[in-house]
């Protein structure tokens, strides 16, 4: 999971990130205190699966930023779960977030714990809709993912796998039998413009596919030439 927040409180950021950073499920976590930081992610806003925004940011007192920041990825047709975190408490600010586009609205002071279950449970809904579920556990063909755990088993047997490995097959596992362009993959999997090249891409795939190869689904993962990637069992 990916996970950007918006938040001008430095403090409390930082204690959110830390919250999500500890957990398993985590590929990244980036934080920005301004409406002119979430601009510099807006290029790559698609790379995150979840966005936690504060209503009012310090960088301007004569708009709540947080409202233009909802408007300005909903226009981008972009349709990731938002979460408010706000310490408006009135209904109209609440009516308000949901009518530009969020998905969730948490009064300050925050639960922490609160907010993990429910940034998990959106995740969750969202990203893994598609596929059997049985509460955290997911399923495709004999290829079982505990999101609780992280884990992935193929007939209930452990596959092992590094934290980058089981982030790329939960991409592949959440769309199975749908062409992902490499360009998506390499934007959830770094985020960094940087990074982002196809050699890189082709290496971490590979890795993934020698972990699964003792499974025989290595096959699953289907490299199609100049497009993308494949995930199927068939």
Not at 12 to 28: D, Y
Not at 76 to 100: C, M, N, W
Not at 210 to 215: E, G, H, I, Q, T
Request: hydrophobic share 45%; net charge positive; with cysteine.
């Amino acid at each position: 999971m990916n996970i950007l927040i918006i938040e001008d409180d430095v403090f409390l950021a930082t204690k959110i990130a830390k919250t999500f950073e500890s957990k398993i499920i985590i590929n990244r976590v980036k934080i920005v205190h301004s409406y002119f930081g979430f601009l510099d992610e807006l290029s790559i806003v698609k790379s995150y699966d979840i966005i936690l925004v504060d209503l009012k940011l310090s960088d301007d007192n004569r708009e709540l930023c947080g409202y233009k920041i909802i408007r300005v990825i909903r226009e981008k047709q972009v349709h990731i779960p938002i979460v408010v975190v706000s310490g408006f408490t009135d209904i109209d600010r609440l009516r308000l977030a949901f009518e530009y586009g969020a998905n969730d609205y948490i009064t300050k002071p925050i639960r922490l714990r609160e907010l993990e279950i429910r940034v998990l449970n959106w995740f969750k809904n969202y990203y893994f809709s598609n596929i059997t579920s049985a509460g955290i556990i997911h399923f495709y063909k004999n290829l079982k993912y505990d999101l609780s755990k992280n884990e992935f088993y193929f007939n209930e047997t452990l596959i092992p796998l590094t934290k980058n490995n089981k982030y790329i097959l939960s991409l592949f596992f959440a769309k199975p039998e749908k062409l992902l362009e490499e360009s998506f993959l390499r934007e959830k999997i770094w985020g960094d413009m940087c990074m982002m090249t196809e050699r890189n891409l082709r290496v971490n795939i590979l890795r993934l596919k020698r972990a699964l190869l003792p499974f025989g689904i290595d096959t699953w993962i289907q490299n199609i030439r100049g497009e993308g990637y494949l995930f199927s069992g068939k």
